[in-house]
């Protein structure tokens, strides 16, 4: 990397030494180091023709330049004067001037008078050398006398350094200077015009200029493309090598238009040549041929160097790509080459019986094969990171690392199957000794049993019975276990507890068998050399045991005891053979969910591991920015350092970084290293350390000044010093945006998590730490956007908590209003950006974003306000599911809000919705208190119907039916109360609005009809609500696991569609589509006394009215309001 950076600087000053060059030559050419002046900044002075420069030359080779006859000559300024006779004698070169200037000043038609003055001003102002000056003098007689005597008499006036000849005519002049360098007017054949001179003059330094500025160009953008820092990552690597590209083009392209202007000149020049090949140039025209032919060549050069350096950065840039493809692939391969590893470190089975351990063997081969693939692609890489290295890469200290550590994981990798292989064929083979000594066993048992017993009662059939145990006995080299103890040292590696025991119980069986044929033998001994008399020994019948052999194949460890019977033996070889089949079948069918569980288990490990990590880097970096930094500012040594700007400002700057750091490094960290070994229960340090989170919140709500303030003092010596100091590649800047990068990186994290702890103990604190830390970052990103506002008088903490923010499309329309202007607030709509309010709702204006980091972050302006006690919503507007209405003061203003999208709108409805709801049930709470107060200090009427005592109970229960019910509208509103809908056609009664306003609005509330509660409770209010197909609100919840199996939030539209058998009706849930049947006594709990609310106010005033706007049933596009309180 050292290497390249030595290159890249070397390459961009060996460019830059190249186009300064350039620079140098092209001003060296154009005499710009000598004559500032060019023909575009005294244009007009020159078109006078006062003196020009033919192209002529002396008979040295003396530049002439001509004064032809000029009769305003004396009123030219001396300033135009000296510019023209600077420029003139500019343009020659260094050594044409240097033998001088021969001045021809054609004065024939001028009076000696000024023919004096002329002489006399140009041999004093001259800025050049002179040779010799011509002067043509008057050709009357008059004027040709005067001036002969005047010269004569006047000749000490005219004493200079260069003779000054005074010609009568224009043949005198040819004798000293050829007729070919002289103009038509002056008698000669050379070919001028000054028109085209001009013109070619004012290209060539044109051209010149821009043949500079493509040098200075290409040089800025080499040094542009040299400073570029080289992004982290595939996407921006690319992005940069295309945006270079791109911007290289576009320079090749200018190159190439300069290319064409000059070689475009160049042909103008010699466009004489091309129509006459005869015609010769001028001295001052193959000077102007040889001035573009060297630009061009300085033009070239600058091409040139801009080659050489952009195939160097293009190759820097090409490998930067190459860089990061490999260091992503890397990360990819390390990964899974990790992932691998886990797993195969946690493969530690040895089996419990041969057939297991001949599956364990199948799954290891398949778990090789599998992970060949990442083995194969980690080789792959490597030898591709070689390819780079050999191919002399730029970052060979970065490259070479990683791929010895790609070979080493392989290698590890190869060797850990290998050992896991060799201990699973350690365990297969003594699972297989086991296996044959017991199956050797059961066939000795068998044996032993099926020996008839009577014919062992003489001697041939003992002796022969003798022989077949002893011929069996000799089977025994092969197939039983000779040394307990070469077995616990032939396989120590594999020996577990349980294994150990096994193998002590296959030996304590073999023993005893061994033990059970040695007492037959010496029986039979006794009965093959003693045959005196018969002898009936007890021995077990032949009927009682199975006539062939079946010995089992594999038994489970732990699964059988030594018996010193043999029939009890032989009885228990079918169970041991079913048993080990049956935890086989087992162990088959669990294999895919062990694995399965195992991969979540290792992915949740490495997720924690990634916290835990990550969570070290950032304590670690705080605490390196608090004592490289924070606390330097208070060193005194550095003091000398700190800009004025600067000085007392570390509070500004850190914000409470110093609160963040302790709260992480002394609690969070180690709180969190305890869920290292139970990682899906992290979520619990989460929500025990939620409140503390909240730091986070005054951090970020600081970070814009602490932005500004490092914008302004970002070139301080003093944070230039502690980088050195710390040895940081990146500034402060970087450091102070981390704890905003780091609260974002919580949730991805938790997310990971959640993702591989689904059915984990832990899940639901990890969702709801989730939840958490997502409604933490809403209100560091709303309090972010609350601070921007402007304009507002009041204090915005009074409005109560902020729920929503956002920006809307929005039109207006005011009953008070002139009709022009609520027809334009109709159809022209606002850009606003509301913020909802516990307590209001802002209406502010977005201001455009300008500057750099946070001063990107827009700013807003108030506007005006709506207080929620006064405020009412419709949900729906026909013809577009993404407005809603805001209405005020019983909609004497109408807000007609459009989201960006329906989510959106639901969202902020819903929003809405919650805070009229809750104001509605703080009314009714209060009203109830009231209501209470007077029942019971006011003297209720007598009446013949009903006693004082019921009354006051009847009350009283209603009362306490509100309270448990509070968002209930039971009790307060009639049915009896509400207008009766009109006829087709007709508008309701008592409205403020006619038919027509009512069809604009589109099934909005147009009247607000005020009733008193006590009234409507007098009424029969109370009474049961006989239940009608249509649209309603659900005031209760219905939870899922009721009966009917149908769940309806408080708040949610459902539609009652028709009635059925047995008192049930069929109910739709519109929030969720889930229909069902619905007994009527739950749907009357569910719906309450309220029709379907689409608009609804907790207030109408502060006086606690509250206002619920219902559509009827009957018609789609009208709407009535009513008061269910007054106070």
Same mark, same amino acid.
């Given at each position: 990397?050292?290497?390249?950076?030595?290159?890249?600087?070397?390459?961009?000053?060996?460019?830059?030494?190249?186009?300064?060059?350039?620079?140098?030559?092209?001003?060296?050419?154009?005499?710009?180091?000598?004559?500032?002046?060019?023909?575009?900044?005294?244009?007009?002075?020159?078109?006078?023709?006062?003196?020009?420069?033919?192209?002529?030359?002396?008979?040295?080779?003396?530049?002439? %330049?001509?004064?032809?006859?000029?009769?305003?000559?004396?009123?030219?300024?001396? =300033?135009?004067?000296?510019?023209?006779?600077?420029?003139? &004698?500019?343009?020659?070169?260094?050594? @044409?001037?240097?033998?001088?200037?021969?001045?021809? %000043?054609?004065?024939?038609?001028?009076?000696?008078?000024?023919?004096?003055?002329?002489?006399?001003?140009?041999?004093?102002?001259?800025?050049?050398?002179?040779?010799?000056?011509?002067?043509?003098?008057?050709?009357?007689?008059?004027?040709?006398?005067?001036?002969?005597?005047?010269?004569?008499?006047?000749?000490?006036?005219?004493?200079?350094?260069?003779?000054?000849?005074?010609?009568?005519?224009?043949?005198?002049?040819?004798?000293?200077?050829?007729? $070919? /360098?002289?103009?038509?007017?002056?008698?000669?054949?050379?070919?001028?015009?000054?028109?085209?001179?001009?013109?070619?003059?004012?290209?060539? +330094?044109?051209?010149?200029?821009?043949?500079? /500025?493509?040098?200075?160009?290409?040089?800025?953008?080499?040094?542009?493309?040299?400073?570029?820092?080289?992004?982290?990552?595939?996407?921006?690597?690319?992005?940069?090598?295309?945006?270079?590209? +791109?911007?290289?083009?576009?320079?090749?392209?200018?190159?190439?238009?300069?290319?064409?202007?000059?070689? &475009?000149?160049?042909?103008?020049?010699? *466009?004489?040549?091309?129509?006459?090949?005869?015609?010769?140039?001028?001295?001052?025209?193959? @000077?102007?041929?040889?001035?573009?032919?060297?630009?061009?060549?300085?033009?070239?050069?600058?091409?040139?160097?801009?080659?050489?350096?952009?195939?160097?950065?293009?190759?820097?840039?090409?490998?930067?790509?190459?860089?990061?493809?490999?260091?992503?692939?890397? #990360?990819?391969?390390?990964?899974?080459?990790?992932?691998?590893?886990?797993?195969?470190?946690?493969?530690?089975?040895?089996?419990?019986?041969?057939?297991?351990?001949?599956?364990?063997?199948?799954?290891?081969?398949?778990?090789?094969?599998?992970?060949? !693939?990442?083995?194969?692609?980690?080789?792959?890489?490597?030898?591709?990171?070689?390819?780079?290295?050999?191919?002399?890469?730029?970052?060979?200290?970065?490259?070479?690392?990683?791929?010895?550590?790609?070979?080493?994981?392989?290698?590890?990798?190869?060797?850990?199957?290998?050992?896991?292989?060799?201990?699973?064929? =350690?365990?297969?083979?003594?699972?297989?000794?086991?296996?044959?000594?017991?199956?050797?066993?059961?066939?000795?048992?068998?044996?032993?049993?099926? /020996?008839?017993?009577?014919?062992?009662?003489?001697?041939?059939?003992?002796?022969?019975?003798?022989?077949? %145990? *002893?011929?069996?006995?000799?089977?025994?080299?092969?197939?039983?276990?000779?040394?307990?103890?070469?077995?616990?040292?032939?396989?120590?590696?594999?020996?577990? /507890?349980?294994?150990?025991?096994?193998?002590?119980?296959?030996?304590?069986?073999?023993?005893?068998?061994? +033990?059970?044929?040695?007492?037959?033998?010496?029986?039979?001994?006794?009965?093959?050399?003693?045959?005196?008399?018969?002898?009936?020994?007890?021995?077990?019948?032949?009927?009682?045991?199975?006539?062939?052999?079946?010995?089992?194949?594999?038994?489970?460890?732990?699964?059988?005891?030594?018996?010193?019977?043999?029939?009890?033996?032989?009885?228990?070889?079918?169970?041991?053979?079913?048993?080990?089949?049956?935890?086989?079948?087992?162990?088959?069918?669990?294999?895919? &969910?062990?694995?399965?569980?195992?991969?979540?288990?290792?992915?949740?490990?490495?997720?924690?591991?990634?916290?835990?990590?990550?969570?070290?880097?950032?304590?670690?970096?705080?605490?390196?920015?608090?004592?490289?930094?924070?606390?330097?500012?208070?060193?005194?040594?550095?003091?000398?350092? %700190?800009?004025?700007?600067?000085?007392?400002?570390?509070?500004?700057?850190?914000?409470?970084?110093?609160?963040?750091?302790?709260?992480?490094?002394?609690?969070?960290?180690?709180?969190?290293?305890?869920?290292?070994?139970?990682?899906?229960?992290?979520?619990?340090?989460?929500?025990?350390?939620?409140?503390?989170?909240?730091?986070?919140?005054?951090?970020?709500?600081? =970070?814009? #000044?602490?932005?500004?303030?490092?914008?302004?003092?970002? @070139?301080?010596?003093?944070?230039?010093?502690?980088?050195?100091?710390?040895?940081?590649?990146?500034?402060?800047?970087?450091?102070?945006?981390?704890?905003?990068?780091?609260?974002?990186?919580?949730?991805?994290?938790?997310?990971?998590?959640?993702?591989?702890?689904?059915?984990?103990?832990?899940?639901?604190?990890?969702?709801?730490?989730?939840?958490?830390?997502?409604?933490?970052?809403?209100?560091?990103?709303?309090?972010?956007?609350?601070?921007?506002?402007?304009?507002?008088?009041?204090?915005?903490?009074?409005?109560?908590?902020?729920?929503?923010?956002?920006?809307?499309?929005?039109?207006?329309?005011?009953?008070?209003?002139?009709?022009?202007?609520?027809?334009?607030?109709?159809?022209?709509?606002?850009?606003?950006?509301?913020?909802?309010?516990?307590?209001?709702?802002?209406?502010?204006?977005?201001?455009?974003?300008?500057?750099?980091?946070?001063?990107?972050?827009?700013?807003?302006?108030?506007?005006?306000?709506?207080?929620?006690?006064?405020?009412?919503?419709?949900?729906?507007?026909?013809?577009?599911?993404?407005?809603?209405?805001?209405?005020?003061?019983?909609?004497?203003? !109408?807000?007609?809000?459009?989201?960006?999208?329906?989510?959106?709108?639901?969202?902020?409805?819903?929003?809405?919705?919650?805070?009229?709801?809750?104001?509605?049930?703080?009314?009714?709470?209060?009203?109830?208190?009231?209501?209470? +107060?007077?029942?019971? $200090?006011?003297?209720?009427?007598?009446?013949?119907?009903?006693?004082?005592?019921?009354?006051?109970?009847?009350?009283?229960?209603?009362?306490? *039916?509100?309270?448990?019910?509070?968002?209930?509208?039971?009790?307060?509103?009639?049915?009896?109360?509400?207008?009766?809908?009109?006829?087709?056609?007709?508008?309701?009664?008592?409205?403020?609005?006619?038919?027509?306003?009512?069809? @604009?609005?589109?099934?909005?509330?147009?009247?607000?009809?005020?009733?008193?509660?006590?009234?409507?409770?007098?009424?029969?209010?109370?009474?049961?609500?006989?239940?009608?197909?249509? =649209?309603?609100?659900?005031?209760?919840?219905?939870?899922?696991?009721?009966?009917?199996?149908?769940?309806?939030?408080?708040?949610?539209?459902?539609?009652?569609?028709?009635?059925?058998?047995?008192?049930?009706?069929?109910?739709?849930?519109?929030? &969720?589509?889930?229909?069902?049947?619905?007994?009527?006594?739950?749907?009357?709990?569910?719906?309450?006394?309220?029709?379907?609310?689409?608009?609804?106010?907790?207030?109408?005033?502060?006086?606690?009215?509250?206002?619920?706007?219902?559509?009827?049933?009957?018609?789609?596009?009208?709407?009535?309001?009513?008061?269910?309180?007054?106070?």
């Amino acid at each position: 990397m050292r290497f390249w950076l030595r290159n890249e600087e070397m390459a961009l000053e060996e460019m830059v030494q190249r186009l300064n060059a350039v620079s140098k030559h092209t001003d060296e050419i154009m005499h710009q180091d000598i004559v500032p002046l060019c023909a575009a900044d005294i244009k007009d002075q020159l078109k006078k023709r006062f003196a020009y420069l033919s192209g002529g030359r002396g008979q040295d080779g003396c530049p002439v %330049i001509t004064f032809p006859d000029y009769p305003a000559f004396s009123d030219i300024p001396d =300033k135009e004067f000296q510019n023209v006779m600077t420029y003139l &004698t500019g343009i020659p070169s260094l050594q @044409d001037a240097g033998i001088g200037f021969i001045l021809v %000043i054609d004065r024939r038609q001028d009076k000696w008078t000024s023919v004096k003055a002329s002489v006399l001003r140009i041999a004093a102002s001259f800025p050049a050398n002179l040779q010799l000056i011509l002067v043509l003098r008057p050709t009357g007689f008059f004027q040709r006398t005067l001036s002969d005597i005047a010269f004569k008499f006047n000749r000490d006036d005219f004493k200079m350094k260069v003779p000054i000849i005074m010609l009568s005519s224009v043949p005198e002049l040819h004798g000293y200077i050829d007729k $070919s /360098q002289l103009t038509e007017d002056l008698g000669g054949t050379l070919d001028y015009c000054h028109t085209r001179w001009l013109c070619h003059r004012t290209a060539i +330094e044109s051209f010149a200029l821009m043949v500079k /500025q493509t040098a200075q160009m290409l040089q800025s953008f080499g040094t542009e493309l040299a400073e570029t820092e080289l992004p982290n990552d595939v996407p921006s690597t690319s992005s940069v090598l295309s945006a270079h590209t +791109e911007k290289k083009g576009k320079m090749k392209e200018d190159l190439k238009l300069a290319l064409k202007e000059g070689h &475009t000149l160049l042909e103008s020049i010699r *466009e004489p040549l091309v129509r006459n090949p005869e015609h010769s140039l001028n001295q001052d025209q193959l @000077d102007n041929q040889t001035t573009v032919q060297r630009l061009l060549a300085q033009l070239n050069e600058t091409e040139a160097a801009f080659d050489d350096f952009w195939a160097k950065h293009q190759q820097k840039l090409e490998q930067c790509l190459q860089l990061r493809h490999f260091e992503q692939n890397f #990360r990819e391969v390390k990964a899974a080459l990790d992932a691998v590893s886990q797993k195969i470190s946690a493969f530690t089975d040895i089996g419990n019986s041969l057939a297991h351990v001949e599956h364990l063997l199948k799954d290891l081969a398949s778990f090789e094969e599998k992970s060949s !693939v990442s083995v194969e692609r980690a080789r792959a890489l490597s030898l591709e990171g070689n390819q780079l290295i050999e191919n002399k890469h730029y970052a060979v200290d970065s490259i070479h690392p990683k791929c010895n550590e790609l070979q080493h994981l392989c290698d590890q990798f190869v060797a850990e199957i290998g050992k896991r292989r060799n201990l699973l064929n =350690k365990s297969l083979e003594l699972h297989g000794l086991l296996e044959t000594s017991m199956k050797w066993c059961d066939e000795g048992i068998y044996l032993l049993a099926s /020996q008839p017993v009577d014919k062992c009662q003489s001697q041939d059939g003992a002796e022969a019975a003798l022989q077949e %145990i *002893e011929r069996f006995l000799e089977t025994g080299a092969e197939n039983k276990i000779q040394e307990l103890s070469k077995i616990y040292k032939d396989y120590e590696s594999i020996l577990n /507890q349980d294994l150990m025991e096994h193998v002590q119980k296959v030996f304590q069986k073999q023993e005893s068998m061994e +033990e059970m044929f040695h007492r037959r033998q010496v029986s039979l001994k006794k009965l093959a050399a003693k045959q005196t008399r018969p002898v009936q020994p007890v021995a077990p019948r032949p009927e009682a045991f199975t006539k062939s052999p079946c010995p089992s194949p594999g038994i489970r460890r732990g699964s059988e005891n030594s018996s010193s019977s043999e029939g009890n033996a032989l009885r228990r070889g079918n169970y041991r053979r079913a048993k080990s089949e049956m935890n086989e079948n087992q162990q088959v069918r669990s294999g895919s &969910t062990g694995d399965e569980e195992e991969s979540l288990a290792i992915l949740r490990r490495h997720v924690m591991n990634e916290l835990l990590e990550t969570e070290r880097v950032y304590v670690e970096e705080l605490l390196c920015v608090l004592e490289g930094y924070a606390a330097e500012m208070d060193n005194p040594l550095m003091t000398h350092l %700190i800009s004025s700007s600067l000085q007392n400002k570390k509070d500004i700057l850190f914000g409470n970084m110093e609160e963040i750091y302790h709260f992480h490094n002394r609690i969070f960290l180690r709180e969190l290293e305890n869920y290292i070994d139970c990682p899906e229960l992290v979520g619990r340090c989460f929500l025990e350390r939620m409140e503390e989170f909240q730091i986070y919140e005054k951090y970020c709500q600081n =970070k814009p #000044r602490s932005e500004s303030l490092w914008r302004q003092c970002s @070139d301080c010596p003093f944070f230039q010093e502690c980088q050195k100091k710390l040895d940081h590649k990146l500034s402060l800047d970087s450091y102070l945006l981390k704890p905003v990068q780091r609260i974002t990186k919580y949730q991805l994290l938790l997310k990971e998590m959640l993702k591989y702890s689904k059915n984990c103990e832990g899940a639901e604190d990890l969702q709801e730490a989730l939840s958490s830390i997502l409604g933490i970052l809403k209100a560091v990103n709303d309090s972010m956007h609350l601070i921007a506002i402007t304009g507002y008088d009041g204090n915005l903490n009074d409005l109560g908590k902020l729920l929503m923010q956002g920006s809307f499309s929005v039109w207006t329309d005011h009953k008070k209003g002139h009709t022009k202007v609520k027809d334009l607030a109709r159809f022209k709509p606002m850009q606003r950006h509301l913020f909802l309010h516990e307590k209001a709702v802002l209406f502010c204006k977005k201001r455009e974003e300008n500057g750099e980091g946070y001063e990107k972050a827009p700013s807003y302006s108030y506007k005006q306000s709506l207080n929620m006690t006064a405020v009412g919503i419709t949900e729906n507007v026909k013809g577009d599911a993404k407005k809603f209405e805001i209405w005020y003061n019983a909609r004497e203003e !109408v807000y007609i809000i459009q989201a960006p999208t329906p989510e959106i709108k639901a969202a902020w409805v819903n929003e809405i919705r919650k805070v009229l709801t809750s104001q509605l049930q703080a009314c009714r709470e209060a009203s109830q208190h009231r209501a209470l +107060e007077q029942s019971q $200090s006011l003297p209720l009427p007598a009446s013949s119907n009903t006693s004082p005592s019921k009354g006051n109970t009847r009350n009283s229960k209603k009362l306490e *039916e509100r309270k448990t019910d509070p968002l209930s509208l039971e009790g307060y509103v009639s049915s009896t109360s509400l207008p009766k809908p009109p006829e087709k056609g007709k508008g309701w009664s008592k409205t403020s609005h006619s038919l027509e306003a009512s069809e @604009d609005n589109d099934g909005w509330s147009s009247a607000e009809e005020l009733i008193n509660s006590s009234d409507a409770e007098e009424e029969g209010g109370a009474g049961p609500k006989k239940l009608a197909p249509g =649209k309603y609100t659900a005031v209760a919840d219905h939870e899922k696991g009721s009966p009917d199996g149908f769940a309806v939030k408080s708040g949610d539209m459902v539609e009652v569609i028709h009635e059925g058998d047995e008192g049930l009706w069929y109910v739709r849930n519109l929030a &969720t589509s889930q229909e069902a049947w619905v007994p009527a006594r739950s749907l009357s709990t569910l719906i309450g006394k309220s029709r379907s609310a689409q608009c609804l106010s907790s207030s109408e005033s502060g006086s606690g009215s509250a206002l619920l706007s219902n559509s009827s049933s009957c018609s789609e596009s009208c709407n009535v309001t009513f008061s269910d309180l007054k106070g």
